[in-house]
């Protein structure tokens, strides 16, 4: 069965304390993205990755770092987790020239203390 | 970042009803997408568009590609209860995208 798979679902953590949100698919999908949703300002793009070591900023990177050392696989990293950081998180795939048309995961809701 | 404005915020409707939802925005995009989102699950995506004036057919889910470029509606017919959700309207500009605001649907039976 095709999924994007994430990892924990839910979290209570404390500022500062490092957290990483794994995110991977079965698809063979070259595309790899977050987003973060708040109430009242729709789903917003952290980052994304093109292919395997190719990511690049979206529209609120700050505070986020990723990695993609292989194509299924596209953790979030918060090094150094803030108040303004809870949020549900989505990770997003997609496929070749149809990118864009992009898979969901079943989200991370994340709640820093 | 690019502002999509979607509207309306929320929509009350019967069952049987037509529901009508736009995005606007001052930027030009490349690409349009809808999508649905059910409580706890993440957004499914219903239509996408890639040429302006494009009109596109999902059952009975319609979208347009506005000329302009800086806009898109999505029309449902005939409305039945488990269109209830959150609508969000998505553009793309080169690889990165920006979403709406969401509409969210209620269909009284």
């Known amino acids: 069965e095709a999924q994007v798979t994430q990892n924990p679902r839910y979290l209570i953590t404390v500022t500062g304390k490092k957290l990483t949100v794994t995110c991977s698919q079965n698809?063979?999908?070259?595309?790899m993205s977050w987003y973060r949703q708040d109430p009242g300002l729709g789903l917003r793009q952290i980052y994304y990755?093109?292919?395997?070591?190719?990511?690049d900023k979206g529209d609120v990177p700050e505070g986020y770092k990723v990695s993609r050392k292989e194509k299924r696989n596209f953790p979030l990293i918060l090094e150094s987790p803030s108040p303004n950081q809870t949020s549900l998180y989505f990770c997003?795939?997609?496929?070749?020239?149809?990118?864009?048309?992009?898979?969901f995961g079943p989200g991370t809701r994340l709640t820093v203390l | 970042g690019q502002q999509l404005n979607q509207s309306p915020q929320s929509m009350f409707i019967q069952e049987g009803e037509d529901v009508s939802m736009n995005c606007t925005s001052s930027s030009i995009f490349n690409t349009w997408l809808w999508y649905k989102q059910d409580p706890g699950e993440g957004p499914v995506l219903l239509i996408a568009?890639?040429?302006?004036?494009e009109l596109t057919s999902n059952g009975r889910l319609t979208a347009q590609f506005g000329i302009t470029r800086k806009d898109s509606f999505l029309n449902i017919s005939a409305s039945i209860p488990s269109d209830v959700g959150i609508y969000f309207c998505a553009g793309q500009i080169g690889n990165q995208f920006y979403f709406g605001t969401g509409t969210s649907l209620t269909v009284i039976p």
């Open positions: 990755s093109m292919n395997v070591e190719v990511t």
């Open positions: 698809m063979n999908h070259e595309y």
């Open positions: 997003a795939t997609g496929s070749g020239r149809a990118y864009n048309e992009q898979f």
């Open positions: 568009l890639y040429k302006a004036g």
